[in-house]
């Protein structure tokens, strides 16, 4: 069995300011583990994956995710916001052979 | 490559109406999936097929049906609709079950 947890519905940020935004998983096989962006109105696209290679993992528009396993989490980072950035983000989590269950998606907000 | 696509964009409909929303995808995936995007609630996978010839449920099947026509090509009827299956529906392809997955722009239902 698998799930993923997404801590805070809404994430609210200075233009500028660090982001993070918390992924917990469970799962019962090695997990890959994925984030995507959702923009408005439009369907998902992929951010990164971490699928047992480095425990780092560099995605697309500076975000980058940091794969613990002793804390079970996957949080995604980006050093410094842009307005750009507002959009809804969804962590999955699947393995080998399994179909990835999605979180419920955290809303970046970015203030000006 | 237009990658997914789904028709249509939107639609509306009058309870106990039937219609059916069409994907289409060419990158040559062998896995497609049909979910459901509600306010709060994440995506929840309606049905599900691994490869040409196969479909399965997934979390939130009832009322639904589905028939992978081809390779290419992944249809969700809706045979009788009610107010509750007013959502948006997202298809999705990818290469393996375990693979990354690749969104279409979604179809917007409002059910009456």
């Known amino acids: 069995a698998q799930s993923v947890t997404q801590l805070g519905s809404h994430v609210s940020v200075s233009e500028g300011a660090l982001v993070l935004l918390r992924c917990n998983y469970s799962s019962s096989v090695p997990p890959y583990l994925f984030w995507y962006v959702q923009y408005p109105n439009q369907g998902l696209q992929l951010l990164l994956k971490?699928?047992?290679?480095?425990?780092l993992v560099k995605g697309i528009n500076g975000f980058e995710a940091e794969f613990k396993k002793s804390e079970t989490s996957f949080h995604l980072t980006k050093p410094s916001a842009h307005m750009s950035d507002a959009a809804e983000y969804f962590c999955?989590?699947?393995?080998?052979?399994?179909?990835?269950?999605f979180g419920r998606g955290t809303s970046l907000i970015v203030h000006p | 490559n237009a990658g997914v696509t789904q028709t249509p964009k939107f639609q509306v409909l009058k309870t106990g109406q039937s219609m059916t929303l069409q994907c289409a995808q060419d990158m040559n995936h062998n896995s497609m999936y049909w979910y459901r995007q509600d306010p709060g609630m994440g995506l929840r996978l309606i049905y599900y097929?691994?490869?040409?010839?196969?479909?399965d449920k997934g979390e939130v099947p009832n009322g639904y049906n589905v028939s992978r026509l081809n390779k290419r090509e992944f249809s969700l009827r809706l045979e009788s609709a009610a107010p509750s299956q007013t959502s948006v529906y997202f298809c999705a392809s990818s290469k393996q079950g375990q693979d990354t997955q690749y969104f279409g722009p979604g179809t917007r239902l409002t059910v009456l």
């Open positions: 971490y699928t047992s290679a480095a425990t």
């Open positions: 999955a989590v699947g393995g080998l052979g399994y179909i990835p269950t």
């Open positions: 097929s691994a490869s040409e010839g196969t479909t």
